[in-house]
């Protein structure tokens, strides 16, 4: 531990310098021999950099013909980078060995033969640097929770979460001017096409003042600039006309093409302070996806592995969950939206918060892991990210990248299909990897189980089927989960 008796025990956690492990993380889909980025972090004992470590770290790949030697990467104050190729098509895991103690398995890679149609990219579009922006600046002990500023949580989403894209959505109620302008800037530059995407956006809601009863939602914008206009504009829940959910609809339509906005309601179902979401608004042309999970916990579904509980041994609301406020409540009402997952960090960690407030988020009994987004892109490009998410070719998990496909015909997930179209019972395909036993895989008719199989290893092919007729308003989604607890949500394909 740092000798930093000022500073409060769990930021004294943080920025202890002791390796305590390894973790691997290296792109999902690629083709036969092309490069292939891998990130290797030491943390210590809370899952941050450790920073004391530097050193040639060994990689090796786990592929279907046995091990192979793939190089190594040298890591410097906890993080390193290699660019490895993987010549045999198939499914493989990358493996860093720095020593007995010291060894990591990535998440699994998918290997073409072929250029694939589609990758696989990895983000969160919904992180927070802090409460309050300024609030990181304040001292040493805030500074030192994570990274402080939109510029550094890019960096560290880039180069040590191995984000594909991010976008930071601080309050908007608490963001300055100039707060917003940079954070687009921020995003701006972030922006390289076939390394990181970042895309400017807020959250919008409030729990106690004009906004309350909508909910809350991040508004996550295609690009800096829409019709001309200096910047993509920060509409707020405190001002009106966009206190209520629809003058924020209004605003937005009026201002930014629909195809160049996205507004995700998050924690539908968090009980307590006005938080959870009034499903009597919802415009289908700009709520395209909500967020299955974040730290929060799921939405998906009352009571499931995942419930949003607070605790009396620490929790904030003790509330529970709010009945009726679920994503299945929605699809219920003949809503079409698909899902992502995101961190809703607070520590400027998108994609992996460790801590919130004063507590380490694996350590409690009232939060759930950080989640992110899995989108399915025809291009590693702004436009090919912000296309998958509108189409919502997309999913999402609780941190575990887990490559997961689903379709039925033709129409992958997040599509819909006209019901004079459908020749018999629906049959959804399913293909997917874990990154570890998958344990269940089921299909889902709005809020039934209608199908589902238990594979024995970490890789499963199946259809699955509903034994009654579709029927328009109909929509299937499928739920993976895993052994470990790890799960991941397809978006639903409707019927139309």
């Known amino acids: 531990m740092p000798d930093r008796p000022d500073l409060p025990e769990v930021v004294q956690r943080l920025i202890d310098p002791e390796v305590a492990g390894l973790r691997v993380t290296a792109g999902s889909t690629a083709a036969a021999g092309e490069p292939l980025r891998v990130t290797v972090e030491a943390q210590n004992a809370v899952g941050a950099t450790a920073t004391g470590f530097s050193g040639a770290v060994p990689l090796v790949v786990a592929g279907p013909s046995g091990l192979s030697k793939a190089g190594e990467a040298t890591v410097e104050a906890g993080v390193g980078h290699a660019e490895i190729a993987i010549a045999e098509p198939g499914a493989h895991r990358v493996q860093a060995l720095a020593s007995d103690r010291l060894r990591a398995v990535s998440d699994p890679v998918e290997v073409s033969t072929d250029e694939p149609a589609q990758r696989l990219l990895w983000g969160d579009i919904h992180a927070h640097i802090r409460e309050r922006r300024a609030q990181a600046l304040i001292s040493d002990a805030d500074t030192l929770m994570g990274p402080p500023t939109v510029a550094a949580a890019y960096e560290w989403a880039r180069d040590v979460a191995a984000l594909h894209f991010a976008a930071v959505t601080d309050h908007d109620l608490k963001l300055t001017g100039t707060e917003w302008r940079g954070t687009v800037e921020d995003a701006r530059i972030f922006t390289e096409d076939g390394r990181f995407v970042a895309f400017p956006g807020y959250e919008w809601g409030d729990s106690s003042g004009m906004a309350m009863n909508y909910g809350h939602r991040h508004v996550v914008y295609r690009r800096s600039r829409a019709r001309g206009v200096e910047s993509v504009p920060l509409l707020r829940c405190c001002e009106r006309p966009t206190n209520t959910a629809p003058g924020l609809y209004a605003a937005l339509r009026g201002l930014v093409p629909i195809e160049d906005v996205l507004v995700v309601p998050h924690h539908t179902a968090r009980g307590g302070g006005n938080t959870w979401m009034n499903w009597d608004y919802f415009a289908s042309d700009l ?210």
């Open 287 to 496: 709520e395209r996806l909500c967020e299955v999970l974040s730290i929060w916990g799921s939405s998906e579904r009352m009571g499931e592995p995942w419930p949003i509980e607070y605790l009396a041994s620490g929790g904030y609301f003790k509330t529970g969950e709010a009945r009726g406020h679920h994503l299945q409540d929605g699809l219920a009402r003949g809503y079409r939206f698909g899902f992502t997952a995101g961190s809703e960090s607070h520590d400027g960690r998108p994609g992996r918060a460790i801590v919130h407030g004063p507590h380490v988020i694996a350590e409690t009994d009232f939060l759930a892991p950080p989640g992110i987004t899995g989108v399915w892109a025809e291009s590693f490009t702004r436009d090919g990210v912000f296309d998958a998410l509108r189409a919502r070719r997309c999913y999402g998990t609780t941190g575990a990248r887990i490559i997961v496909r689903s379709s039925l015909g033709d129409t992958p997930m997040g599509g819909e299909v006209p019901v004079a179209s459908l020749p018999g019972p629906v049959e959804v395909r399913v293909e997917a990897i874990g990154s570890g036993r998958i344990s269940a895989c089921e299909l889902v008719r709005v809020t039934e189980v209608v199908d589902s199989a238990a594979p024995a290893g970490d890789r499963v092919a199946v259809t699955l089927a509903d034994r009654r007729a579709a029927r328009p308003g109909d929509c299937y989604y499928v739920r993976v989960t895993q052994a470990d607890g790890h799960m991941a949500w397809a978006s639903p394909i409707f019927i139309t």
